[in-house]
Nanobody, 124 residues
């Protein structure tokens, strides 16, 4: 069973930076596409960024140029570096996995495993 644990959330001022981390269990992590989603209060969960097994990345237009997703297969980790944060970035951020799928996707239903989420609050 895949387990994902996010960390790194917190309170930051607008314009600041945070780095989220997601620790994954399992010996086949390198064969999983991974993604980050977020859910703001009163809104549906939305796609933020995804990374394929080969390291290709995809970003939502709202974060492109400010966020960077990366992975370290040796450590079973995926990261989300968030720069120039905006108040509308306040949300719970979730890590998601597509075990044994190489390609990254933007739809929630493509991901089988989810973490518990980490809160990011951006003050104006």
């Amino acid at each position: 069973q895949v387990q994902l644990v996010e960390s790194g959330g917190g309170l930051v001022e607008a314009g600041g930076s945070l780095r989220l981390s997601c620790a994954a269990s399992g010996r086949t992590f390198s064969r999983w596409a991974m993604a980050w989603f977020r859910q703001a209060p009163g809104k549906e969960r939305e796609f933020v960024a995804a990374i394929s097994t080969g390291g290709s990345a995809d970003y939502a237009d709202s974060v492109k140029g400010r966020f960077t997703i990366s992975r370290d297969n040796a450590k079973n980790m995926v990261y989300l570096q968030m720069n120039s944060l905006k108040p509308e970035g306040t949300a719970v951020y979730y890590c998601a996995a597509r075990p044994f799928y190489a390609t990254m996707m933007r739809r929630e239903r493509e991901y089988d495993s989810w973490g518990q989420g980490t809160q990011v609050t951006v003050s104006s």
